[in-house]
């Protein structure tokens, strides 16, 4: 079999199972949850307050939180390097499958084990 890491990933499909697998620990899902929502909470006070900076601001605590999730916690190298577009997309996708409580029936599809 592959190894899931040398893999190139053409598409979002084969790329969410890599994904899952480099957000194992709870501990780094959970930051990844509150920078996304804190990202969000940003965007939304950007298109109400008219201020775009909010934008930067939520780009910059949702990669914090998610880059101290990996470097300090998962203990490894955030998918984002390599994989901007489907690293971003994933991530709100892992933050709607938290929100509707689906997360660990994926992460038992993917044979992911939660540390």
């Known amino acids: ?22 957000h194992s620990n709870d501990t780094n899902r959970k930051l990844h949850f509150i920078g996304t929502g804190l990202g969000l909470l940003c965007l939304l006070t950007s298109i109400l307050k008219r201020k775009p900076i909010f934008l930067l601001y939520g780009l ?9 999730g990996h470097f300090f916690v998962e203990k490894n190298k955030p998918a984002t390097f390599k994989y901007p577009i489907k690293s971003f997309i994933s991530d709100w996708k892992m933050f709607y499958f938290i929100i509707s409580g689906k997360l660990n029936n994926e992460l038992e599809k993917y044979e992911i084990i939660s540390k």
């Open 1 to 22: 079999m592959e190894d899931l890491k040398e893999k190139e990933y053409s598409n979002l499909e084969e790329f969410w199972p890599f994904y899952l697998g480099e």
């Open 60 to 68: 910059l605590l949702g990669y914090a939180f998610a880059w101290i």
